[in-house]
């Protein structure tokens, strides 16, 4: 179809918001900026669409937007930044059927096109159907739907079996074009069981990065659909969220220490597992844990996943400037999977007005531990476990972890003796310069806050 210059153009101008937006996301400092500009985008290229002429189903298509956009703005008010995962496989999935159902609608009307669009079409279908299934999978396992990781006798041949006939279909669809309906049908109905089979095996503990995943998948999908409807906006926006999810996936596999191909094909083993640890958790108080950093010159604070759930994120930075002002060097050190999703500690942090140059990476501080008089950990636990540099046995065996125990004295806030996530025990907790301060991060560190103002 031969498109106005003017809706091109509105496009074209939309996918470059929508590059600049994602350039504002990878800071901090820029990310809400960067949130906006990509919304203003997505306006131009949807109001755009609605300047397509000739287009038949206005109707439907302001109902559609009405009804979708209406579910979004209500779930994202209400989401807990805890429950963001989820959020993001279910948003992620819906892109990926989109997508898939761009290429149904292109199969059904029969139109002939070249060899190389109806290939990017089966493609972007199968992709995409994969992404929506795997991605429904994966929100009904975060949100606690489905409890089960569900293997499959010979797993990995049925899914090399039907990721062939997928592909075999998808052959043939092109080979045939216009292909017959009962091809159409099968294939996607393959695609899509594909997609659950695939994702149904894997553990709650690696589906951020499985959701990771069938986000670049979705923006492959959604790129060649775009070559399909001949929209510019489509194609950028789906090839910068493909390389984005690529560059992520890639780096939370690296991170938790597992190859990708371990987490689609093998996966972890229940939670749990490791060596015994021997020793006992000595406790400490309130009072305690306030002088030793008060009188410290160097803390360094290491946030986690307790620490979101607890919102303790203001008190915490309250509890740092009261510290700076007494003369104590406070540093916060992050670990790339702390917390539930990539950059979770680094969004609380900033909320609560933590200033960039006192937030650092691993490979930054790690070197840094041995001079702190305290490293003070809240709510975190994996990212912290020395078994990982040891026990061979352990689950999270070969995860980079922060050099907490090499700290002169270790500070763990924590409410009791839970595990993290990978429901392993903490050989820190057990070590002879560690005390456990128990109890929620938030009243906890309202506690400290209380007697360093006290020590004045
Ligand atoms: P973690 O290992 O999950 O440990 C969190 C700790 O916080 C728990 O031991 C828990 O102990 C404590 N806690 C929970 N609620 C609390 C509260 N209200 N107040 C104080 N403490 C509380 O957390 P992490 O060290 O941040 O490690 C993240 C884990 O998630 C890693 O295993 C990582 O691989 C995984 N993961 C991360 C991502 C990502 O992208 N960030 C993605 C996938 C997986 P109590 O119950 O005793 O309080």
Known sequence: MNLPLYV?????????????????????????????????????AIAATFLVPGLKNLGLMALALAVGGAAAWISGQKVKMTDMPQMVAIYN????????????????????????????????????????????????????????????????????????????????MIVMAPAQPELIYFFFAIALVLGLIVTLPIGGADMPVVISLFNAFTGLAV??????????ALIIAGIVVGAAGTLLTQLMAKAMNRPLSNILFTPMAAAGGGEAISGTMK???????????????????????????????????????????????????????????????????????????KIFDLEEI??????ADVALVIGANDVVNPSARTDKSSPIYGMPI?????????????????????????????TDNCRMLYGDAQPMAGEIIQHLKAMG
């Open 8 to 44: 091109q153009g509105a496009w074209f101008v939309g996918a470059l918001l929508f590059i600049a937006g994602l350039k504002g996301m990878s800071s901090p400092a820029s990310a809400r900026k960067g949130i906006v500009i990509a919304g203003y985008g997505m306006l131009i």
């Open 93 to 172: 999935g819906m892109g990926g059927g989109a997508a898939a159902a761009i290429a149904a609608v292109e199969f059904a009307k029969g139109d002939a096109h070249g060899v190389v669009t109806t290939t990017l079409a089966v493609l972007g279908a199968l992709i995409g159907a994969v992404s929506f299934t795997g991605s429904c999978v994966a929100w009904a396992k975060l949100q606690g739907v489905l409890n089960k990781a569900i293997r499959l006798p010979a797993q990995n041949a049925i899914n090399v079996l039907l990721a062939l006939n997928a592909i075999g279909l998808g052959i043939a």
């Open 223 to 232: 790129g060649f659909e775009g070559y399909v409807l001949g929209n510019p």
């Open 283 to 357: 406790e400490v108080g309130a009072i305690d844990a306030a002088a030793m950093m008060r009188y410290a010159s160097k803390v360094i604070i290491v946030p986690g996943y307790g620490m979101a759930v607890a919102h303790a994120q203001h008190k915490v930075w309250e509890m740092t400037a009261l510290l700076e002002e007494a003369g104590v060097e406070v540093k916060f050190a992050i670990h790339p999977v702390a917390g539930r999703m990539p950059g979770h500690m680094n969004v609380l942090l900033a909320e609560a007005g933590v200033p960039y140059d």
């Open 366 to 371: 790690n070197g840094e531990f041995g001079q």
């Open 402 to 430: 922060l050099d907490a125990d090499k700290a002169q004295n270790v500070i763990v806030i924590k409410r009791g003796k839970g595990t993290g996530y990978s429901g392993v025990e903490n050989a820190l907790f057990y």
